[in-house]
């Protein structure tokens, strides 16, 4: 008989982690770090539960990039209501980057956790071993814990669903199309846990770009996946009876940007990112009727308000 897994005391950490609400942002939370193993080994389990490809329902509000700022974050749960008062997607890159990977991180898992059937993550590209050793998250594991934290966390990572429909009608993911997908159903034949590998489908679901200057399939300036075209989002579209496609992966000035007209949409919810650009970050909001609206998060002033 297998041994039990550690219990989780979820709302203890989620209590500790909103209780810097009113803080000077940047002000870190001290969790314990065998709580935090045991959240991700809950996690793990929770996401291996659930499909590879979510189909989820209407209302439900959608983000993009967080990359560690974790008091925007919880600008974005201001703005939209903290779980459970409403339901979520994340599309991925949750960490890396930004100073606080682990407490964005953590809450996120923890809301999963206690809301499984409301709360929902895909995987992002820095989702994995090889890009969150380089961009920040394996440092801050191993500065505030331990490198064996940081390896559970990638455990996790293998599990993460990597796509979403909601109503049959909006796909969901973190980068973009693959030359190699034909079919939603190839997204079902991925097995986790599993790395992302350097090219094909799972590889281009995470990496992807849309490019407004070719038509096709292009070369990608990141050295990795493909760019794609208007016609092959329209295409992608029609084939499989979809509205849109909800995808993050790049920064935009104002936080969501639509292409192919208005057939695919950035979402990016990390604003002014790594203080570096004065992008606005965006959250947007799916009604029962599938109307789609945003709400825009602009850079924090210096006291850290709206």
Same mark, same amino acid.
């Given at each position: 008989m297998a041994a039990a897994a550690p219990t989780v005391d979820v709302d203890g950490m989620i209590d500790k982690l909103l209780s810097v609400r009113k803080a000077r942002p940047g002000?870190? *939370?001290a969790l314990d770090e065998g709580d935090i193993r045991a959240l991700c080994t809950r996690a793990r389990d929770v996401f291996m539960e659930q499909p590879i490809l979510l189909e989820l329902e209407a209302p439900i509000k959608i983000c993009g990039d967080i990359h560690g700022q974790y008091y925007d974050l919880l600008r974005l749960f201001e703005y939209g209501g903290f779980p459970p008062e409403a339901n979520y997607l994340f599309l991925g890159d949750y960490v890396d980057r930004g100073q606080q990977s682990l407490e964005t991180i953590c809450l996120l898992l923890a809301y999963k956790v206690k809301y499984p059937e409301n709360f929902f993550m895909l995987r992002g590209n820095h989702e994995c071993s090889a890009i969150s050793r380089i961009y920040g998250f394996f440092d801050e594991c191993k500065r505030r814990y331990s490198v064996r934290l940081w390896r559970l966390f990638v455990d996790v990572f293998n599990c993460l669903p990597l796509a979403a429909t909601i109503d049959d009608k $909006? %796909?969901? $993911?973190? &980068? &973009? %199309?693959?030359?190699e997908m034909s079919s939603l159903q190839q997204i079902r034949t991925v097995v986790r846990p599993t790395e992302v590998p350097d090219t094909g489908l799972l590889c281009d679901l995470l990496w992807a770009d849309p490019d407004q200057d070719i038509v096709g399939w292009g070369e990608n300036d990141r050295g990795v996946s493909f760019t794609f075209g208007h016609d *092959? *989002?329209?295409?992608? %579209?029609k084939r499989h009876d979809l509205d849109l496609i909800v995808r993050a992966h790049q920064v935009v000035e104002d936080g969501y940007e639509f292409f192919a007209g208005r057939r695919l949409v950035t979402l990016f919810s990390a604003p002014n990112y790594c203080g570096e650009f004065d992008n606005a970050g965006a959250m947007m909001t799916v009604d029962e009727s599938l109307m789609c609206s945003f709400q825009v998060l602009r850079p924090a002033e210096k006291k850290g308000r709206v």
């Open positions: 002000t870190q *939370v $909006i %796909l969901c $993911i973190h &980068g &973009g %199309l693959s030359p *092959v *989002v329209a295409a992608f %579209l």
